[in-house]
C-alpha cells in the first residue's frame, strides 16, 4: 500500500473515498486496532453506517465515519435510570433515532450539542428537540439548513470524501434547539445527572458533558488525540465575539477551572479518535496552553495552506507532552482575548 491513513476494515456501510487533512500515526493505530478486534463493537443492522461499541453496561460510543474529509466522529449514547442522554448528533445518515432508542428500550432522550460543527450537530434534525450552550445557539441556527449538506457532493451529483446512499441524508424537518448557560444539568433519573460545561476555543460556545454519576467526561473537541484546534473562529481579523472565545487564552482559563474539578471524574471520552483517556490529559494540554500564552512563537511546527479565495493561511502547532496530540493555533489572532476596544493584549 501506498500513501498514508492505509483504509480501516471497519463495519460501517459507508465507503471513504478522499481524506482531507492527514491524521496522525497514533490515532490512526488505534483506531484500526478499536474497530477491527475489539469486542466492544455490537452489530446494530437498523443503522449500517453506525458502529456501535458497548464501552459499558450504560454507556455507547456511536462512531461515524466523516462525511466529509475530516476526522471520523463519535456521538455518546447514556443510558439513565429512567431517561437517555445523546451527546452529539454527528451527519445524521441513515436511522439514527430508530438505532438510538434499538439501544435504550425506548427510553425518553435528551439531545445535547458540545458544538456546531458539521460532524457534531447536522444530525440534529432526526430529533424534535436539541440542547445546545447559548453561545453556540445562534450558528447552530444559521448553519442547520436544509441545504447543509451540499458542500459533499460534485457539480456531477457524485460524493466528494465518503460514498453512501444519498436517500439517508435526512429530509429536511424543523426541530426545537434550546440553548442552556454554562452548568446546566441534565436528570436521567434519580441522582443520576450530567452537567454541561463550557470550555470554548475550538467553537465560541463549545461545551464539554459530565456524567457525574459514572464519573466520565464527553469532551467534544478540546481534547483530541490527534489536533486540537483552537481558534478556527479567529480567522477573520475582525474579533467578533466568536473569535474573543477562540483563543488560547478564552481555552486556558475554562481548562484550568476544570483541571480543578478532576476528583469529580476519571475517563474522558473525546469527539474523535481515542477514548478512555485519563483525567490528567487535561494538565498536560493546559500546559501547552500556557507555554503558548507565555511565547506564542514557541510552536513546534506551522503549515501554510492556499485557501479557496487565494490567501494564504498559517497554522502553528504545539505538541501536548506525553499525549502526541498537537494544539493548532492562529498566531496572529487566535493567542489573546481582544481587549474591550478590539485591539489585542500584548
Ligand atoms: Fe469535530
Known amino acids: 500500500m501506498k500513501g498514508y491513513m492505509w483504509p480501516i476494515q471497519g463495519h460501517s456501510a459507508a465507503k471513504r473515498l478522499t481524506w482531507g487533512s492527514r491524521q496522525n500515526h497514533l490515532s490512526w493505530a488505534y483506531m484500526k486496532m478499536l474497530r477491527e478486534q475489539s469486542n466492544w463493537y455490537e452489530p446494530h443492522p437498523i443503522n449500517p453506517y453506525i458502529e456501535v461499541y458497548h464501552f459499558e453496561d450504560n454507556l455507547y460510543g456511536l462512531f461515524n465515519q466523516n462525511c466529509d474529509g475530516a476526522g471520523d466522529v463519535w456521538e455518546y449514547l447514556v443510558v439513565g435510570p429512567e431517561k437517555a442522554l445523546l451527546v452529539d448528533t454527528a451527519f445524521g445518515i441513515g436511522n439514527v433515532k430508530g438505532l438510538v432508542d434499538e439501544l435504550t428500550g425506548g427510553k425518553e432522550l435528551i439531545v445535547v450539542n458540545t458544538h456546531i460543527g458539521p460532524d457534531h450537530a447536522y444530525g440534529n434534525t432526526r430529533f424534535d428537540r436539541v440542547y445546545c450552550h447559548e453561545l453556540e445557539a445562534h450558528k447552530m441556527r444559521k448553519r442547520i439548513q436544509p441545504n447543509r449538506y451540499d458542500y459533499l457532493f460534485n457539480e456531477d451529483g457524485s460524493f466528494k470524501w465518503l460514498a453512501f446512499d444519498p436517500k439517508d441524508i435526512p429530509e429536511w424537518r424543523e426541530y426545537e434547539l434550546i440553548s ?3 452548568h446546566t444539568v441534565f436528570n436521567l433519573g434519580g441522582d443520576y445527572e450530567v452537567e454541561m460545561i463550557w470550555v470554548p476555543g475550538h467553537a465560541e460556545g463549545h461545551v464539554m458533558y459530565l456524567d457525574k454519576k459514572r464519573r ?15 481558534g478556527s473562529g479567529s480567522r477573520q481579523a475582525g474579533m467578533s465575539n466568536e473569535a474573543k472565545y477562540c483563543t488560547i487564552e478564552a481555552v486556558a482559563g475554562e481548562l484550568r477551572k476544570l483541571t480543578e474539578r478532576k476528583e469529580e471524574f476519571d475517563y474522558i471520552f473525546p469527539g474523535h479518535f481515542m477514548v478512555y483517556l485519563e ?4 494538565d498536560k494540554i493546559l500546559a501547552a496552553c500556557d507555554e503558548i500564552l507565555a511565547n506564542p512563537d514557541g510552536y513546534d511546527y506551522q503549515e501554510t495552506r492556499t485557501m479557496k479565495d487565494g490567501t494564504q493561511r498559517t497554522t502553528c502547532y504545539k505538541y501536548v507532552r506525553n499525549f502526541g496530540a498537537a494544539i493548532s493555533y492562529n498566531r496572529d489572532h487566535g493567542v489573546y482575548m481582544p481587549k474591550e476596544n478590539g485591539g489585542e493584549a500584548e
Open 180 to 182: 442552556c448557560p454554562n
Open 216 to 230: 466520565r467526561l464527553f469532551a467534544g473537541d478540546v481534547v483530541c488525540s490527534d489536533v486540537i484546534n483552537i
Open 279 to 282: 483525567n490528567h490529559v487535561l
